[in-house]
C-alpha cells in the first residue's frame, strides 16, 4: 500500500545536472527521514544524502557543494538537485523513507525501484 516512485534519471554529460524526484503515496501517516542512495558496479551501496522535517540536509563528502537534497512534506516528495556532475556519479540511485503508516504503527523503511544516472565524459 505503499510505494516510491522515482524520476528524474538518464544520461547528461561530465558538468551537467540532473535532478531527481521521489514520490511516496498510499497510506501514509507520516515520514520521519527521506534518503537518497546509490550504488555503482562493483561498489557497495552508500548514502548519498538525507533529510527530515526539521534539519537541513546531509551529504557524503564525494557529492558535498554539488548536491543539494529537498523535501516538499505536503506531496510526501523528496528531490535531489545535482550539479556538476563526475562520471564517477554514475550508479543506480534509489530512494528511501522511514516512515509509519497510521498512528499505531512503528517506524518503517521502504525504497523505490532504482533510477540510472550515466555521467559521461
Known amino acids: 500500500q505503499v510505494q516510491l516512485v522515482e524520476s528524474g534519471g538518464g544520461l547528461v554529460q561530465a558538468g551537467g545536472s540532473l535532478r531527481l524526484s521521489c514520490a511516496a503515496s498510499?497510506?501514509?501517516?507520516?515520514?520521519?527521514?527521506m534518503d537518497w542512495y546509490r550504488q555503482a558496479p562493483g561498489k557497495q551501496r552508500e548514502l548519498v544524502a538525507t533529510?527530515?522535517?526539521?534539519?537541513?540536509?546531509n551529504y557524503a563528502d564525494s557529492v558535498k557543494g554539488r548536491f543539494t537534497i529537498s523535501r516538499d512534506t505536503d506531496k510526501n516528495t523528496v528531490y535531489l538537485q545535482m550539479n556538476s556532475l563526475k562520471p564517477e556519479d554514475t550508479a543506480v540511485y534509489y530512494c528511501?523513507?522511514?516512515?509509519?503508516?497510521?498512528?499505531?504503527?512503528?517506524?518503517?523503511?521502504?525504497w523505490g525501484q532504482g533510477t540510472q544516472v550515466t555521467v559521461s565524459s
Open positions: 528511501n523513507a522511514l516512515l509509519r503508516r497510521t498512528s499505531r504503527d512503528y517506524y518503517g523503511s521502504y
Open positions: 498510499g497510506s501514509i501517516f507520516s515520514i520521519n527521514r
Open positions: 533529510i527530515t522535517s526539521g534539519s537541513s540536509g
